[in-house]
């Protein structure tokens, strides 16, 4: 079991950046981790994954040339740079994890096991 908490998210002009992070309790290159997002009204959506022990990374294409994850092993922390933001990425910000995807599961937020509780992101025109 890992326990997640995300922290960073804020107010922001469109065209600015932010930075979020998720602390993870456990060894952070055991599990595959994803943000996903939700703004008002709206499903939660996927946003970006990591491969566990430092694999390929995933884009939705909404955020491809945008926002990146990286991962700090020695933090047990993952990061989501957000940059060029507009008004349409405004939601709350979620990171999961998960130790046992696989590819094909990465983009499916009903795949993963641990949730942090989320960050508010909010970008203004």
């Known amino acids: 079991q890992v326990h997640l908490v995300e922290s960073g998210g804020g107010l922001v002009q469109v065209g600015g950046s932010l930075r979020l992070s998720c602390a993870a309790s456990?060894?952070?290159?055991?599990?595959?981790i994803g943000w996903f997002r939700q703004a008002p009204g709206k499903e939660r959506e996927f946003v970006c994954a990591s491969r566990k022990s430092g694999g390929t990374t995933h884009y939705a294409d909404s955020v491809k040339g945008r926002f990146t994850i990286s991962r700090d092993s020695a933090r047990n922390t993952v990061y989501l740079q957000m940059n060029s933001l507009k008004p349409e990425d405004t939601a709350v910000y979620f990171c999961?994890?998960?130790?046992?995807?696989?590819?094909?599961?990465?983009?499916?937020?009903?795949?993963?096991?641990?949730w942090g509780q989320g960050t508010q992101v909010t970008v203004s025109s």
């Open positions: 999961a994890a998960d130790s046992r995807l696989i590819l094909s599961e990465l983009r499916n937020s009903g795949a993963y096991d641990y």
């Open positions: 456990g060894r952070i290159n055991n599990y595959a």
